[in-house]
């Protein structure tokens, strides 16, 4: 080898070296940023794959199975953070804009009312918007239905006959009802209940309801226990969500099989029909990612899994229809009420002045 020869192939080992130093540096510092995933990658649909974190306090099952199915279509990443409607809405508060939420989902709308009354959520977009009936979203559009379950009061077929049920939840609180029918006061199932109430007969009549209710009822933890004693026959009756009744039936049916459903309808109080939520919060650093997640869940894709799957919740979006197992939702006749309305600090006061917290 040359002289000439060794002095470039020393400059070319050189060039090269640096440009590897040079490389290096780049993928160090964007390590060091916390950079997760490329912004500008695509999926397997061509999407953004900004990974995503979704607050979830909806069935752990149906949220993963939207989780799936999404990042199928996408490539867009889900993490997923659990816990219940109050828990979560009273964690994004507190963190505020550095929550690391992308996406909140709920089982029922006071713990979004909650997140919306503290400024904390984008608009949902003209998609979603379309996709999701009036009826299945608040009027402020900060957060959309993705789900609906049904008030009914589930019975000992046993023990009642059609004609000694309840005509409406408010009958509940006369006397003659005393020790003979439950529910869960903690969760935030019933609370949402109440939240109907409140807004559809005013605080005085419902402050009345709770007192009577606290001298009338049995407490459990949890709707699956109050349906279970009922099936035991502890009690005549409880105040659940339809889902319990249905799901226990799709597998052994032990729980339930001395059990049937009333749905009170007419609007009453009690065929309240409550809108599980989601929504995007504003301090987000993906929104178009958050927004497709919302546009899928609410999308045909996403409600089908809904209508299919082992939930038994009502799909409420892109003309999907219930499970055919369930009474259909225009049948429910449930009162009209705007889910941006309902109002969990006041619940949780009233019922707190009853006893039952």
């Known amino acids: 080898m040359t002289s000439l020869t060794r002095n470039l192939t020393r400059k070319q ?6 440009a590897a130093l040079a490389g290096a540096s780049v993928l160090a510092l964007a390590a060091c940023s916390g950079a997760t995933s490329p912004a500008t990658s695509t999926g397997a649909a061509g999407g953004s794959t900004d990974a995503i974190t ?25 993490t997923v953070r659990p816990g219940d409607d109050s828990e979560l809405s009273n964690q ?5 804009a550095k929550s690391p939420a992308d996406v909140f989902l709920t089982e029922n ?7 919306e009354n503290a400024g904390l ?29 049904s008030t009914v009061f589930a019975y000992d077929k046993t023990k009642l006959s059609a004609d000694q049920l309840p005509k409406s939840i408010m009958d509940l609180a006369d006397p003659a009802w005393k020790g003979r029918w439950a529910a869960s006061p903690s969760g935030a199932d019933f609370q949402a209940i109440v939240s109907a109430m409140l807004e559809l007969k005013g605080e ?13 009822s049995k407490a459990y933890k949890g709707n699956s226990t109050a349906m279970k004693a009922v099936n ?38 009690g065929a309240f029909v409550s809108i599980s939520g989601g929504g995007v919060l504003a301090s987000s650093q993906h929104q178009d990612s958050a927004q497709k997640f919302l546009e899928f869940v609410t999308g045909k894709a996403g409600q089908t899994i809904l209508q299919t799957g082992g939930s038994f919740e009502y799909p409420v979006a892109s003309g999907v229809a ?14 009209k009420i705007d889910p941006s309305e309902l109002n969990s600090a006041k619940v949780t006061e009233l019922m707190t002045q009853a006893g039952l917290l």
């Open 92 to 96: 994004i508060i507190a963190e505020g």
């Open 322 to 335: 219930a499970n055919e197992k369930l009474v259909p939702l225009a049948d429910l006749q449930a009162p």
């Open 54 to 78: 979704v607050y979830n306090a909806q069935h752990d099952s149906l949220t993963q199975a939207w989780v799936d199915e999404f990042t199928k279509e996408t490539g867009i990443k889900v």
């Open 204 to 216: 005085e009549a419902t402050a009345s309801w709770l007192k009577s209710m606290k001298e009338n």
């Open 109 to 115: 709308s006071p713990a979004m009312t909650q997140v």
């Open 13 to 18: 080992f050189h060039k090269s070296a640096l």
């Open 232 to 269: 035991a026959g502890e009690v005549e009756g409880a105040i659940i969500y339809h889902y319990y009744w249905f799901g226990d039936q799709a597998k052994t049916g032990e729980n339930s099989n001395n059990v049937a459903l009333h749905y009170f309808k007419n609007e009453d109080p």
């Open 121 to 149: 959520f984008a608009d949902i977009n003209a998609t979603i918007q379309k996709q999701v009936p009036a009826e299945y979203r608040p009027s402020t559009n900060k957060w959309t239905g993705i789900a609906a379950r």
